[in-house]
């Protein structure tokens, strides 16, 4: 199985801070790569499909870069409401289809 | 809009069995292959099983398999995960979610809230 690991696994930032969130697979997997943010209490979302696709209706503040085995998730500029767990999503070989640990982004 | 809303969890004993489900509407859900991803209490996602939209292929975690069957019924817009054996360790909240593709197992482009299974004596 593909294994993914996230760095960092936690995060304290400021609202308007730059954030970068890494993804590296323990093997190559080309572009199948989605990034998700869960809120406490709530569904994952959808906010990044093919490694750089955003998803329809997430802000542009959110963008996704990479291929092979790295792969990075950032926001541009904090909000307030994104604060949450992200994780990231591998598709590329399965079974299984694998998860990272996921990131906390909490406020500082 | 699409909307996944499962029901059916609850309290079970070890080795009990049990059976979730979730309604789906707001797209063809018979085009569609769909999910279950769980959530251990505190923990991250852990995808647990696939059914392609015509019901051709199915895949399954190694944690569950041969304990849990994924099933759906196209005609009342319907998956279902049917748990066997359980134990303590598939304590978790139960996500449906549908798959972005209708051949391939690709990212899961909506969710449902998910419904909460506690495996204990």
């Known amino acids: 199985a593909i294994q993914l690991t996230q760095s960092p696994s936690s995060l304290s930032a400021s609202v308007g801070d730059r954030v970068t969130i890494t993804c590296r697979a323990s093997?190559?997997?080309?572009?199948?790569l989605a990034w998700y943010q869960q809120k406490p209490g709530k569904a994952p979302k959808l906010l990044i499909y093919?490694?750089?696709s955003l998803e329809s209706g997430v802000p542009s503040r959110f963008s996704g870069s990479g291929s092979g085995t790295d792969f990075t998730l950032t926001i541009s500029s904090l909000q307030p409401e994104d604060f949450a767990i992200y994780y990231c999503q591998q598709f590329n070989s399965y079974p299984p289809i694998t998860f990272g640990q996921g990131t906390r982004l909490e406020i500082k | 809009q699409v909307q996944l809303v499962e029901s059916g969890g609850g309290v079970v004993q070890p080795g009990g069995a049990l059976r979730i489900s979730c309604a789906a509407s707001?797209?063809?859900?018979?085009?569609?292959?769909m999910h279950w991803v769980r959530q251990a209490p505190g923990k991250g996602l852990e995808w647990v099983a696939f059914?392609?939209?015509?019901?051709?292929?199915?895949y399954y975690a190694d944690s569950v398999k041969g304990r849990f069957t994924i099933s759906r019924d196209n005609s009342k817009n319907t998956l279902y995960l049917e748990m066997n054996s359980l134990r303590a360790e598939d304590t978790a909240v139960y996500h449906c979610a549908k798959d972005r593709s209708t051949i391939l197992l690709r990212d899961f482009d909506y969710w449902g809230q998910g419904t909460l299974v506690t495996v204990s004596s």
């Open positions: 093919d490694a750089s």
């Open positions: 093997q190559g997997i080309s572009s199948a």
């Open positions: 059914i392609r939209y015509d019901v051709s292929s199915k």
């Open positions: 707001g797209f063809t859900f018979s085009s569609y292959g």
